[in-house]
Each structure stands twice: as C-alpha cells, then as structure tokens.
C-alpha cells in the first residue's frame, strides 16, 4: 500500500512538474499504472510526456520543443515544421501571426497557455515572441478538442505548456543575437525548499528586433507617379518586448498539493512599417500594449488521489494603444512628404487609440476516477471581458458626437465540458466521449437610424457540443485512432453589435458550427522509425463573415465548407547518428452550397493547401570533450503556391493535387507564390549539457518568402545563441 | 497665378480632343463603326462578387459581342476587382484600391494582348488617396492625388500611364467657411475643352460626404477649367439638389449624349436617413458651361426616395434606371426593383416610357456601364437572380429590349464595355 501512495504522489509531482492537464497523465488509470509499470518504467515515461499526449485518443500534433531549445529556432520555425500545422507570419519577429489547422484559421482557431485561454494576455505569449526556451511543449489539436481545453474553438487549439524547471534549484540562461539587430534573452529560475514544501521562481524573456530586413517594395517615381518594384530596407519596423513572471508557493501541504501565486508583468511595442500590405509605407505610426497580471493556481487531490481538483484565477487590465499622428507621408526612401490635409499616415485623420480590457479569467477542472478504467472529467472555463477607450480622432456616433469606444462593451463566455474517459480490453481500447456547454452574453450598444441611435442590447447565444474518441492499439507500437465533434464557436462583440459606423449590427447572427473528424494511424519502431497518417474531414456551416451590403457591411452567417485533409508524417534513424524526418499536408477543403454555381466547389482562397517539410539531423559525440554533443541539421520548408481569390475547380492548376500546374486563368495579381526556405544550423552542447552554443543560417538561398499577400517576410538571416544552464 | 505644371507638347494634339471628347462616358461609343473600327473591336465583360472582401471576379476579352449563355472565366480571363470599371478607347482604366486589401491607390490600365486576345494589366499610376480619374482623350487624363493637395487635379498621359503636371485650384476657388474641402473626388467630367470637377465641402471629419456625417448642402457646385491652358475659369452651382458624382466608386453617375450635352446624376444616397432623397439628373447642354436649370429629372417624381445612378442618351431619348421603391442602405445591392425607362429629352413632362421585356434588376451602383451604348445599341445591365437573369438586354425598337447575353456562370456582372483602336 505504501509503494503504491509512493507512486501515486510520484505519478502526481511529475503531472504537475510537466505542467499537462491532469486528464492527460490520467489517460492511463492509476491502478493500472501500479498493476502493469514497475517504477522504472514510470521513470523512463516521464520524459516522454509528449509522446504520451501526442498518443491519445484525441489527436495532437505535439511540437517538442526539448531539442530546439538549444537552437536559435524560433516557436514559429519549430511549429512549421510540423504536419498539419501553417503559421503564417507578417513579417518579422514579433508581427502578427496566425495558426492555420485544417483550412481554419483566425477566430476558429483558440490558444491556450498551460490549459487556460490566453485572452487575458493580448499578445504577451503569442508564440510568435515566445522563445523556445520558455516551453516545454505545444499541443495543437485540430477540430477535436479534450475537455480540459475550454473555448469555443471551431477548428482547433494551440496549447503552449510553459516550461517546467526540473530539480531543486535550477537556473537557466539563453541569449541569442542575430541579423537585424535582433537580441533574444530568457531566464528561467527556480528554486524550492529541501522538503518542497515552498518554491518560488522567474520566468523571464526579452525581444528585440529592427526587423529592417530589405524586401520588395514599390518605389514611386515623384514626378511621374509611376512605380516600380526595388529592394528597400525597412526602416521603420522596430519591436521590442519585455515578459517577466515572477510566482512563489507551497506544495504538498494537506490543504494544497500546490498553490502557487504568480505576477506576470510585460510590455510590447512596436513600429508599423506598413499595414495589409507592403504597397504604403509608414515611418511614425507606433503600437503597443501593456498589463500586469496576478494569477492563482491551486491543485489538490482527494480521497486516495481518485478525486484531483485544479483551479485558475487571473484578474488584469490589458492596456492597448495605437499613435498615427504623422501629418504626412513616408515613401520607401524613408522620406518623409508633409501633405497638409492629413492628420496620420494610416488613416487621414490618423489616431490616438487607447484601449483597456478589463478581463476575469476562470478555469475550473476536476477529474473523478470512477472506476480503475473510467475517469470523469469536467471543466468550466469563464472569461469576462469590458473593453473601454478613446480615440480622440476615431468614429463617433453621429447624432451624439461621442466616442463610440468610450461605451463600454462586454463579453463573457462560460465554457463548460464533461466526459468520461474508458479502457478497454486491457487498454487496448480507449474511449473519450464528451458534451460541451457553450454561453456568451455580449452587451453594447447598436447604432440604428431606424429606431434609435445607441440603444444598448443584450444578446446571448447558447449552443451545446459533443465529440467522440476512440483509440485501439494494435500492439505496443502500432494504433489507430477516430475522433469527431461537432464544434461551435459563438459570435463576438463586433460581429453581433459592428462597430458604429460602417459595420451594422446583426442580431440574428448564428454560433458558427463545423462537425470535425480524425482518422489516423500511428506506428513505430523505437530508436528507428516511426510513422503516422492522418485523415482529417470537415463539415463546417454559417461560417460568419463580414458581407458588403452595398455602403455598409455587415457580419453575416453564409459559408460553407467542407473537405478532407491528408498529414504524413515520419522520421527515421539511419543510424546513430544520423536522423531524418519529413512530413506533407493536403487539405481540400471547399465551398459548398453556394448561391452562385460559380465558386461551387472552390478552394479556400487565401489559404495553403499544400506544404511539406523535410530535414536531416546529424548529432556526433565526444569530439572535443568527452560527452560532448555536436550536432548539424538543415531543413527545407515548402508551401505551394495559393490564391487570394477563388478560382473555378476547373480552371483550378492541373497536374497531380494541383501541385505542379498553373491556373487555367490568369490571376497573377492574386498568387501568394511558391515558398521554398533552407535553413542550416549547429549546435554544440558541453557534457551535461550545461552549455549550448549554437549557429542557424535561416533562409539560406535569400529567397522571397511570403505568407500573406504582398508582405515578404525576411531572406537570409544568421543567428547565434548561447544557453547556460546551472 | 497661374499653377499650370502640364507637359507643353501634348497641348499641340488640341485639335484631336473635339473629335474624341464624346467617347468618354459610358454612353458615348460611335454609334456605327466603319469596317476598320469593327475588325479591331473588343468587348469586354467584368463579373465576379460584391459580397465579400477581397471583391475579385474575372475580366474576359471577346472578339466578338456575347450572345446566349456566357461563361465569363475563360482561360483568356484575368483576376481583377469587381468594383466596376471604367473605358475609353482601346483601354480599361480601374481604380486600385477599389475592392482590394493592399490599401494603396491609383490608377490601373488594361488592355488587350496583340498576341493572346486577352486583357493584360499594362500600366499604372499611384496616388495618394481619394484617387477619382477621368480620361479625357487618347493623351490627356486627370486623376486625384489628395497627399498632393485637396485643391489639385494632377495630369497623366493615358497613353504613357504617366503623370505630366497638375492643375493647382488653391488660390482660385476663394475663400470658403467650411473647414474642409476637395475638389474632383465624386466627380470630373469634360466636354468641348472644359473640365467640370466637384467642390465638396463640409467638417474635416466628413469630408464633404454623406457617408461620414455632414449634412447635404443643399447645392452642387462645380469648378470649371480650361483643358487647353489648365486655367480656372468659374465655379458653377445648381441648387436644390446634392452630391454629384460618387467618391468610392468606378460608376461617376455621369454621361456624354449623343447630343453632346453632359447628364449627370444626383445619387441623393444618405446615411442619415439609411435611403436616398432628392435624387436627380441636371445636364450641362452642348455648347455651353453651365447648367440647364430649365431641366431637370427629379426621381422622387416618380417613385419617392429611390435613386438614380445611371444616365445614357441616345437619340432624343434620355434612358435611366428606377426603382420602384424607396433604396434601403441595407439592400441597395441585393433588392431587385428597379425598372428602365425612357423620357423624351426635350419634353419632360410626357411621362417616361417603361422599357419593355425587361425584367427588374438590382440597383446599377458600382458599375458605369449600366446603361451602354455599343455598336450604336443601347443594352441595359440587367441582374435579377430569382429569374436566373445576369447580363444585359439590348433595346430592340419600340420601347422593347430583348436578351443580348446572360452571364451563366462568373458572377454578377459589373461591367461591360467595347473596345476600339
């Protein structure tokens, strides 16, 4: 009985230490790991705690950040490389990004930070600016989601684990510098008492970067006002950011297996060098956001750890702002043309944006083991957001004059999910089935010349969802797994209210709907190969999308989209020494039940359907130290070319999956081209590990990236980085 | 003083602009062409969407006039934004940042490859906002460029895709009380040498327009410039009646007859009231430099709080397009009731004809060519989706149209226009 308490508590401070929801360690039932896992192998397991997520029956792609942490990789290099997974970026570190999973993106793709949405925190942990050395790992769950994720996500999730420092005193260090002035810091510190009752501990990066890579630009000839296209160095693209969080608490206490306090403070800013595309230059117009952020977290486990409870406080004001007040215009040259009749370069009349959020973050799981193969599991997550402002120079309701942003908005959504996880036949089988609670009230005030300016509104939505999942193993190394949802993702604020002057109001607006399945297979053969092949299909229905109705535009419940997507992913060691990995994604998703027969059946626009990875490894030993580690790798990332507009299917590229053809019509002003990268690097890490240095030569061959239309993002770069860790 | 900064050499070609001027609108193609016009006659027909942003459809190039079922997306076809277009000559000339995401401005050229048949992009200019054109003859265009000054009308070569000067009105429109104010941003229309351009005026937040909270002024007002030498001569007003023209847009509501007066539309569209009001068409008669205030189309007359946005004239007759009920803002694309008819130009107090074998169409708004003259036919843009009906009807005699084409498959149509050497 006491062994089992030991291991138990042990299973218990390695789910909290790797920071993962407690559903995943309890995919497998604790007596089972006692009846069938001796200790040494919970000891080997623990480091593959990413494989063990990966391995569910809900599918993840998990994106292992453990062997690119020593690199000068950034999470967005690390997460492209991945099957099934597009970010695509607006330039350099720290622009905007996006995640697209299965044809979805925007608004029906939801993030997470250790299992909590991150809406409370703006852009501070975008994994855009997060360095790799501040994560253990990313789950990125495409269309099925488990139940320890709450939101209203359509298409998927990004849950980004923060690391998790191991041993009783840890200090680690990594500095990176490379091309364009861009320096990289982080710091993780960790410390706890020998009995480990109270710890406490920093995680803290910095980013800064000019960005002013050259790119493609059009220059304008003043006096002819003809353009042509030049390469031009950025010059007004500067971002800089500051994350610091620092938490102390207690652990294995009898009221408290953990409760740990923690203050995140971080600061953001940034030039706008250019807005949807790179054709206007911007010279002054800045940006930026701020908050602090204290947060709760408490864990503790009951009656003989079958009952485990975790809750999550986080209250904060998150502070925007956005300044154009350049009366006048920059070109390309980075000269600067007064013109009289503007007030910012933007906009004509420019701004002076001041946004706050007020936000309430709840995440509420328990987890009640039933039975030695059932776990039930539920999960309430609350957010609560008030958004005021000003800005001095934007809208105004018409008939009052007043600042539209000085009238509060809110929006509260309430998440709720319960399932009950099984195993069968020996855990070959295993079952995850859920239902899903999902409320949103919003509160605004909608403009209305037909019955009365600013009338205030309250609107709720409620929908309910449900998945499945189920996974079979057909040996140690070798199952299959399907899962499906029927997922919903519930209309925002401006989507419902607009936005006061050319947005109109929509109040019959519907939740969005998509019903999502994976198919998939998944073998292997340890310390050689393995392999994974993934179907994925989407029914996906009053997709909500901003419709021009002649002078105003207005939120509207119209698309429709289905299709199926292929992921192959596989990896394999030729030898000790050297590894290599490739993997594609396809995806077909169309329209469908079109109004007009035109674009029945087209592709999304504006959306990859094809991209590929591959890459080699080498990793040598005992070079100059005895145990030392040097290692060498390149890979080429591939996304083939994709269209701003629909094109008809058939006038759609010919050759195989479209891969090789052009468009049977000419929509040359409309391609995001090819992109082929190579990136090489090396690493050397001492014995121990206690020291890393590392080269990376991004974008070898200098080619024109792009990931949105007409804004290149940057050509060959080199990176150095040093990690120390104590 | 005079601010004239155009190129001196193209002024030698004066005597050329006479001839051209009339083919400047979208009612004014040559009635017949001889044999050498017609061997190097292009069509070309726009459709795509209007619903969501980015609004790209397809441009297709036809040899020979349309006729039955088309499918406008061709492998001849190239991708262009839906948001109307404009033509003079050989060319067709859009507006960049019309339906597009890049947010840069200015003008776009289109014409025909010698060697494919197809439409190529082929020239462009940039402009710094608020970039309303106008081609006035084969070397002779004027556009907006509000980064260059809100008074300014710049100059271009069409035939180039070149600027060559601009005409500078700053010190010669005088003073004014109201804090902000534009000129050429809704309208420019030219005629026997002289170029009309708009005035708007209103706060600085509104711009002069309905569309961002000032109130109508209750007149028009136009500057009138001499092409020749660049030089102001005189504002001219109409009152009674608001916003000519149109600032977002490739349809300018205006139109050369063929009797060599300029019509112009008065859309009367406002936020405020989410409709339209006093919408009108005025003229300008040939031979003169202001306006017929003896005449005057008042919409409200026939069907009150709808608007008009369309003008061709053609043989003593004046064709327009009207609703048959009052426009909704939130509908103004999509309500299907809108009629053509016909007035006797010089009599306007005979009511208006209602063309025949027409069904009703959606409101003509974005494109220019809602009314067109082509081979001496007048056809009429007609789109009415609940009788699967998408193209344009070609008026037979006698007040009747019948079917010229129907656009089956490509989207709405926005525009079409023949081109000629």
């Known amino acids: ?726 | 003083m005079r601010k004239l900064k155009i190129n001196v050499t193209k002024w030698m070609m004066l005597p050329a602009i006479a001839a051209a001027m009339l083919s400047a609108s979208s009612c004014s193609d040559n009635d017949e062409p001889n044999e050498e016009q017609q061997a190097k006659t292009t069509y070309a027909l726009l459709t795509g969407d209007m619903t969501q942003a980015p609004y790209v459809g397809y441009l297709t190039a036809y040899a020979e006039m349309p006729s039955g079922n088309v499918d406008n997306i061709k492998t001849s076809s190239i991708a262009a934004y839906t948001n109307g277009m404009r033509h003079y000559g050989k060319w067709i000339f859009k507006r960049m940042n019309l339906g597009g995401m890049t947010g840069a401005d200015g003008i776009q050229r289109y014409s025909v490859d010698e060697t494919t048949g197809s439409l190529k992009e082929d020239g462009q200019i940039t402009s710094g906002g608020g970039c309303n054109f106008y081609v006035y003859d084969a070397a002779t265009g004027f556009y907006i460029d509000q980064d260059r000054g809100l008074l300014k009308i710049q100059t271009f070569n069409p035939a180039t895709m070149q600027r060559t000067g601009e005409i500078d009105l700053s010190d010669k429109l005088g003073a004014t009380t109201f804090e902000y104010r534009d000129i050429g941003t809704s309208l420019m229309a030219g005629k026997e040498g002289k170029l009309f351009v708009d005035i708007a005026c209103g706060t600085n937040a509104g711009k002069g327009t309905p569309f961002n909270g000032d109130p109508a002024l209750g007149y028009i007002d136009l500057a009138v410039i001499d092409i020749a030498s660049g030089n102001y001569e005189k504002t001219i007003r109409y009152e009674g009646i608001s916003y000519l023209g149109y600032p977002a847009n490739e349809n300018q509501m205006w139109a050369t007859g063929d009797d060599g007066a300029l019509y112009f539309c008065a859309h009367g569209i406002s936020l405020a009231i989410m409709g339209a009001s006093g919408s009108a068409i005025i003229r300008i008669k040939k031979g003169t430099t202001d306006f017929d205030r003896n005449w005057i189309i008042r919409a409200d007359d026939y069907t009150p709080g709808t608007c008009i946005a369309t003008v061709c004239v053609k043989d003593g007759k004046l064709y327009t397009q009207i609703g048959s009920e009052a426009m909704s803002i939130l509908t103004m694309n999509t309500a299907t009731v809108f009629d053509y008819f016909a007035f006797e130009i010089e009599n306007l107090s005979k009511a208006p004809v209602k063309i025949g074998g027409i069904p009703q169409s959606t409101f003509v708004f974005q494109s220019w060519q809602g009314i067109v003259v082509i081979d001496g036919k007048v056809y009429f843009r007609v789109e009415n989706p609940a009788e699967s009906k998408n193209g344009y009807y070609v008026l037979s005699g006698n007040n009747t149209a019948v079917e010229a084409f129907n656009v089956t498959n490509g989207g709405v149509v926005w525009g079409f226009a023949q081109l000629s050497e």
């Open chain 1, 1 to 726: 009985m006491r062994h089992r308490h030991c291991l138990i508590a042990l299973f218990t401070v390695m789910a909290m230490a790797s920071g993962v929801s407690l559903h995943a360690q309890s995919e497998t039932p604790v007596d089972t790991v006692v009846r069938k896992v001796d200790l040494e192998e919970v000891m080997i397991s623990a480091p593959s705690l990413s494989r063990t997520v990966a391995q569910q029956a809900i599918r993840a792609t998990v994106v292992d950040i453990k062997d690119a942490r020593a690199q000068p990789a950034t999470l967005t290099d690390v997460m492209n490389r991945s099957a099934g997974v597009r970010i695509r970026q607006t330039g350099g570190l720290g622009a905007e990004t996006s995640v697209m999973l299965n044809g979805f993106g925007g608004k029906s793709i939801r993030y997470f930070k250790d299992g909590v949405p991150t809406d409370y925190l703006g852009a501070a942990f975008n994994f855009s600016i997060v360095p790799v050395n501040m994560i253990e790992r990313v789950e990125v769950y495409k269309g099925v989601l488990p139940v320890s994720l709450g939101a209203d996500a359509l298409g998927g999730a990004v849950n980004i684990v923060s690391r998790q420092a191991g041993g009783r005193r840890t200090v680690d260090v990594a500095y990176q510098y490379g091309s364009f002035n861009t320096h990289r810091a982080s710091v993780n510190v960790r410390t706890q008492t020998r009995d480990g009752r109270f710890f406490g501990g920093m995680d803290a990066f910095f980013n800064h970067s000019d960005n002013d890579y050259r790119a493609s630009v059009p220059v304008v000839d003043t006096e002819t006002a003809v353009a042509h296209v030049g390469k031009r160095r950025l010059f007004h693209n500067r971002f800089t950011n500051g994350y610091a969080e620092i938490y102390a608490g207690v652990a294995n206490r009898p009221w408290a297996d953990n409760l740990r306090i923690g203050l995140t403070a971080f600061h953001i800013a940034r030039q706008h060098n250019y807005g949807s595309s790179m054709e206007q230059p911007f010279g002054a117009a800045t940006g930026g956001m701020y908050s602090v952020i204290p947060t709760l977290k408490y864990v503790k486990s009951m009656f003989d750890n079958r009952l485990k409870a975790e809750q999550f406080f986080a209250v904060n004001t998150l502070h925007t702002h956005t300044t154009d007040t350049a009366r006048g215009r920059y070109d390309w040259n980075g000269v600067f043309t007064p013109v009289a009749s503007r007030a910012g370069e933007i906009s004509t009349e420019g701004s002076l944006l001041k946004l706050r959020y007020s936000n309430f973050t709840s995440r509420s799981h328990i987890s009640l083991n039933i039975h030695p193969a059932h776990t039930l599991e539920l999960n309430v997550v609350y957010t609560g957001v008030k958004r005021t402002g000003e800005d001095p120079r934007g809208i105004k309701f018409q008939q009052t004059d007043i600042d539209d942003l000085n009238r509060p908005a809110t929006l509260s959504k309430i998440v709720a999910a319960a399932g009950l996880k099984s195993f069968f036949s020996g855990e070959k089988l295993s079952n995850n089935l859920f239902v899903k609670y999902f409320s949103s009230r919003a509160k605004g005030l909608e403009m209305s010349a037909i019955t009365t300016y600013e009338q205030e509104y309250e609107l709720r939505a409620n929908r309910i969802g449900a998945g499945e999942a189920l996974k079979y193993s057909f040996g140690r190394h070798l199952f299959a797994r399907l899962s499906g949802e029927s997922a919903v993702r519930l209309p925002e604020q401006e989507e419902f209210f607009g936005n006061g002057d050319f947005i109109l109001s929509n109040f019959a607006l519907l939740p969005e709907r998509s019903y999502n399945f994976n198919l998939g297979i998944h073998a292997e053969k340890p310390e050689l190969f393995a392999a994974e092949c993934n179907l994925f299909y989407r029914r996906t229905y009053d997709m909500i999308l901003l419709i021009n109705t002649g002078l105003l535009a207005q939120y509207k419940n119209v698309d429709k989209v289905k299709g199926v997507g292929l992921e192959l992913d596989a990896r394999y060691s030729a030898c000790r020494w050297l590894n290599l990995s490739a993997n594609m994604t396809f995806q077909d998703f169309r329209l469908f039940g079109q109004s007009d027969p035109t674009y029945e059946g087209a592709r999304l626009r504006n959306t990859p359907f094809f991209f590929a990875n591959t890459g080699i490894n080498t990793d040598f030993g005992n070079l100059f130290k005895r145990s030392d580690r040097l290692s060498a790798y390149w890979y080429y990332h591939f996304v083939r070319e994709y269209y701003l507009n629909y094109i008809p299917r058939s006038h759609e590229p010919g050759g195989w999956l479209g891969l090789w053809g052009k468009p049977k019509v000419n929509v040359a002003s409309q391609i995001i081209p090819d992109q082929q990268m190579h990136t090489v690097g090396c690493l050397w890490q001492s014995p121990g590990r206690m020291l890393a240095l590392s080269l990376e030569i991004k974008n070898i061959f200098d080619a024109e990236v792009f990931d949105n239309y007409r804004i290149q993002n940057a050509g060959r770069s080199f990176h150095v980085k040093i990690n120390v860790h104590l």
